[in-house]
């Protein structure tokens, strides 16, 4: 009986040791993969405006009888600089209509304020915003086009969701305050004065409504 319990502790004794190697593997499998998850969120992200595609040929094609198809490009890029702040840049290409081009720049910082259980580009935000717009105007009563600069800046507030693993729906609305930057030439008030007022819509309006309808990757 002495000899069979000696025995038994001797195996036991034995086996102890891998038991506890099989459980330290076993966890140390467990946690990179844990570990990989947590630094596997995505910090960048890109997004092209396809609302402002839609609602500037809306809003062109059903004002005039001669359709054309606009192409306005807004494409923004995204990164993350803490767990809820993050810095945006948007390239605007090819806006307005065809007498009135404009293209621009805009920056912007984004603050989520509610995430829920997800984080990183994830969740409601507020966006102040500053921007800048080059105009180029054509009209029928002068051969040289009219230039101006313009420059706004406002607030935005959105959410951005994911679609899947990788791609987003940005949505966001707010106002922007827009005003000239450079002098008014001779010749353009010359044409204000004998033709009509050549002022932009941001000029006229003051503080205008802006908002996007994006999709977008993330990286």
Known sequence: MIRTCFSRAKYLAVLLPFAGLCQSQAHAQT???????????????????????FARNMAYNILNSNPQFLLP??????????????????VLLNGGQPDERMAGLALQGRYYFYQGRKTGLNGFYAAPTLSYRAVRQLHYYSISPERRK?????????????????????????????SRLDQQSADEAASNLYYRDSRTYYEREKVVFDGRLSLGYRF
């Open 73 to 90: 490009l807004l494409v923004g890029y995204e990164r993350q600089l803490a767990p809820r702040l993050s810095g945006n840049a948007e």
């Open 31 to 53: 946690i990179p993969g844990l570990v990989q998850t947590a630094h596997s969120e995505f910090r960048n992200a890109v997004r092209l405006d396809v609302g402002g595609i």
């Open 150 to 178: 313009l420059g706004g800046a406002g607030v935005l507030l959105g959410a951005q969701v994911p679609l899947g693993s990788r791609l987003l729906l940005d949505a966001s609305g707010g106002v922007m305050s827009w």
